[in-house]
Each structure stands twice: as C-alpha cells, then as structure tokens.
DNA sequence: TTGAAAGCGCTAACAC
DNA sequence: GTGTTAGCGCTTTCAA
C-alpha cells in the first residue's frame, strides 16, 4: 500500500490534521512547521489520493462536458475544438474534464449523464444547441454551468458565444469596400441563432452602408446549414435569376457547397462571383480557390468557457453572463 | 444532503452491506431482497457517489490517455481522433477518460501526469511516440497499459498498430497494377518507425512485381515529415534528374507539399506524375486533384485501445500483445 | 443468504 | 498554531 497521510504525519511528528493544512496551504501554519511537513511529504514521496479527498471535502476536481451525439460525431471538428481548449485550460488549473454525449431527443430516465448521478462532477459546460429538457435537467443539481456557441432565454445561464453580428458584418461590410453592391446571403436554416444573427450583420452591414436590401437575394429557407444545403441554396439563387456579383454563405460548409455549383454552372470565382464564408474550417483553407471566411477561434471559445466555468465553482465570481467571442476576417481568393 | 446507502438500507430493512452487494450484482442474494432493494433504490432515486466507491473499492473507473504536446496541438487532427474513438468507447463501457499532455522531454520530476500521482485511473493509454523515460516511469505504477500508433522493443507492452507495412505495399502494387514502374518514395525521417514500416511495404511490393529498387528513387533523409518536407523531397527529386512517373509519399502531408512543387514546376498530376499519400487526413479529400492515399482508421485505433485496456483492467484478459488495425487503399484523382 | 463492523484516506469542526 | 475526532459513503471480510 503507498504512503498515506498518516505515514506523513507520523515521521513528521505532527497530527494528519496538520498535514491536511498544510498540503491545502492553509495560512494558519508557523513556517516552520510547514516546511519540516513538506520535507517529509517530499521524503515519502506522499500525494494525497482523489477519491479521498473527493469523498471528504466533496469537491471533484472534474468538469463535465455535455455535447450532442450530432455535434460530437460531426466529421468537421467544430466542437471538438471546443473540447480541445477547454481540456487544454482544465490543465492548466488542474481540472480534468468528463466527457458524455446525450442524444438530440434527451429523456432524462434514459440518458443522464452518469458524472451527474454519481455526483462526480463539480460543474458543467454544455456546448453546442442542446435540448431544454437537458438544461431542466441538469439545473436540478444546481452546478455551476456555462452554455457554448448556444444559448437560450429564459435559464439565466452564462454562455460564451461567437461574435456572429460583427464577424458578419465585418464580412459584408469588406465586400461592399471592394465594391460589390448586389450580395446574397446564403443561410440555410434560420432556426440555428448563429445563422439568425450572422442574417442580422449581413442586413447590418447593408444599411450601413446605404444599400437596400434586395430579398430575392436572401435564401434561408434550407432544411439545413450543410454542404448540401450550400447546393441546394445556390442552384435556388441562380435559377431566380437575380444578378448579384458576391455571396457570403452563413458557413464554410454552405459556402463551399455554393462555390461547387457555381463551378458547374461555369461561374468563375473570384471574376464573376466572390464568395465569402463563416467559421473558417479546416476545409476552408483547402478548396479550389482557398476560401475568404470569418475566423472562429474555437479553441478560445472552449478554453473560457473552461475558465468561466472553473471560477464559478471556486465561487471566485458570482456570474459570468454572455461572453461574445470576437472573430475576425481571413481574406483568401474566393474574394478576389 | 443527497440519498444515501444508508437511506436505502434502512427503507428497504436491510443492511448496508446487502444493498452494496445488490449494486453490485452479487449472485449470493436471494431474488426477493435483490427485487425489495432495487425497488427502494428506484423510488429514492439512489445513486451511489463515485468518489466513495472509488475509495473503498480502489477502483476509480477512469482511464488515463498519455500524449506528447507537440502531438496533442497538431493542427491535423490525427491523435484528436484516435483520443475521440477511445472516448466514444469509454462511454460505452462506463469508463470516463482523463487526458494529459507531456513535453517530448519528459521528466518525471517535473511532468509527472497528476492523475497517476492521486491514483485516479486504472488503466493507461499512451499515443504516438512518447519518450522512453514515460515509459520507464509509468511502469512503476503497475497500471494495465496500452501504446498506441507506437512500439519499442524491450518493454512488453501491448499496442494498437497501423498496418502500415500491408498498406503501403498495397499502394504500391496499386501503381505498379497501372502501368507505373518508376516510383519514386518521398519518406522524410526515417526514425518515424511508421515511414520506415512504409518504406519496407514500398521496397515488398516492388520486389513482389520484380521491379528493382532504384535507391535516386529513394529520398528518406529529410528532417521530418510534414509540408515542407514533402516540399523540399519533391525538390530534391526533381533535380536528380532521373525520370518517374509516380510518388508514394510517406504521408499525406509530404504528398501534397511534393504535389506542390510538382505544379510548381508545371508537372501535371496524374498525368505526367502519379501520387499517391498515407494516412487519410482530412486535406486529402480537399486538395486539387483530390489524393489517393491509404486510409487509416484513426478513430478505431483509439476504440480498440480503450477496449484492451479495459479487459486488462477487469483482468478479463493478461495481454493484447500487437493488434494491427488494417488500412484501407482510397482511390481519388491524383493517381489517374 | 444476510448483517456487523472495520476500514478506504482524507477534511473540517472544534478544542486547546 | 496544532491536535482530536467525527465523519464523507461506500466495499469487504468475517460471522452468523
């Protein structure tokens, strides 16, 4: 059996009280003390055990992390960035992270994440549009809690979220200073809040800048926000037959779906229609031409949320309210 | 203060001891307590603490996942993947996974990765190269332990494997199948054992087609094997001046940085040159013209991982010894 | 087949 | 400042 508190205690003559003091820096130990414990810690080679702690002090250490299986299982990273950075933060403040998935249709007598049952978590972030009967759920355990990329009225939850008005108007705004005038928007299904606000920036940036929108130019009636719906959405614009010279798509993935098709209709991109994304993927630097596109830096997204989320449970601050991420534009060829 | 086994003991007339052996599926319980104890745990909504059950039990139900920094921030997602099959295993086997990086220079004094020191996992999954003084270190925790996309002699540990000789001798019959018979090999760093394993493959099947090997064909002492290696491979090829008609890169990366310097050059793919990659990335499928490569299952390696380490963890089995997980030849357009 | 009781290794009142 | 001690909520002998 490895050294415990009780072995420290006794080769440094003192009680395991004193010993818990001192490895929790407690600041009511004389210096002298404090050192002769740490030289026998060192000596021992002594370090505490989790689950004992845990089990007396009823704190975890862990974090849980929510996600949906469809954003999970996603092949684009999105979310799994997000997961990169907060994993990345949980390290440097020495948290570890419990992952789970739950299903779009959450029931909770089915699918409770098991780090809430076993009481193995100390707080959680949920990431990516989840269900409201998960946030039901989980407010029952009363954890700390932070939404990412999503967020709803009505639960009085922090969330950290993408600047999407900015980065979309940024967007629109740098293709009406290369002069373009007649820009669609591309936005798939407007049921998704970021695709409604990128909508927003895109109107925004327009009337900023004098320019009517025109809402023949404007399709976001789409099933949903893939590369499909890229397709899909660029065949319904161009067979409107409405000119435009530029599209900012509500993402990559639409973006790159509208530049295939533009392809095949024989529109050249740049010359005759720049293109212009959101999200800049892992794709987006890779296409046939490389891809203009409003940079997410999902990482950062996951790593405040992580910090957030890690004071909230120290009780180091009250609430974090909505943190907007800023974003920013990544000029490549598809703009000209 | 949440139910507790004390609550359900006394509500069922049991003692504490019965209901823990009723959780845990202890045949000697009659079918009547069993059914009267999982009655009251159901209607008090009972869920036994995994910080206590871990102390008592030694057991913590989490597994430790190992990887090098450089490896764990690699823009291109390959240990992101193998990490995330094992996550998706561990969900489905009640394990949760704790995560940890370590610098290329491991020092036990310094990194020692936190969950060992506090005993919290049962079980180790090392990814990609890692230091032999990990090795050395993590051993004397006597944790069931499993490498990944890695193997040293001397050590007797079990691994999960790319069949990376099988996959590049496939490849490399593939060209041959075509017509090729001068193809080159862009290797990089051959300390890679991976490279070097496709290097072998690349040597098998040509001997296999009665081709001899011409070593100009050969570059293999580039510094590494991303990008610019591919980059400055191609380069160095090219102004040997000995004629070819295909490349078997290494690696996806060095593929399409050689795929580069081949348009560059004015060199047509895959007319005047075939090329054909390793690995799957995720920038083969996008690249111009979409490359051929061999496909590995990076998602399965860390599922088949977490599966053997789990069973050595229950000591449902001794060893795994080597597990090779077969790739898969991926054929798009820049083999013609 | 079940119960009593002794831990597991630590924290946190409270006393001194 | 430091020690005493009673838990934290389970598992696991050992008896009965």
Known sequence: MAVTIKDVAKKAEVSTATVSLVINNHPAISEATRRRVLKTIEELGYHPRASARTLASRKTGNVGFILTEDHFSRSEPFYTKIFLGSEFEARDRNFYILLTTIP???????????????????????????????????????????????????????????DNINGARE????????????IAFLGGDLQHPSIKERLQGYRLA??????????SLVVADLPDTGFDDGEAGMRQLLDRQVPFTAVFAGNDAMAIGAMRILRERGVRIPDEVAVVGFDDTEAAALVTPPLTTVHVDKV?????????????????????????????????????
Do not use: M
């Open 300 to 336: 950062e997204l996951g790593a405040v949320a992580l910090r957030c989320v890690v004071e909230l449970a120290e009780a180091k601050r009250k609430r974090c309210h909505k943190i907007l991420i800023p974003t920013r534009l990544v000029i490549r060829e598809s703009s000209g």
């Open 171 to 182: 967007a629109v705004a740098y293709l009406v200073q290369k002069g373009h005038r007649r």
């Open 104 to 162: 779009r249709d959450f029931d909770e007598r089915q699918h409770a994440p098991r780090f809430l049952l076993e009481r193995n978590v100390d707080a959680l972030i949920l990431a990516g549009k989840v269900p409201t009967s998960l946030l039901d759920y989980t407010q029952r355990f009363r954890l700390p809690t932070v939404l990412v990329d999503y967020w709803v009225p009505g639960y009085d939850l922090s969330a950290v979220l993408i």
């Open 206 to 215: 327009l009337a900023e800048h004098g320019i009517d929108v025109d809402e």
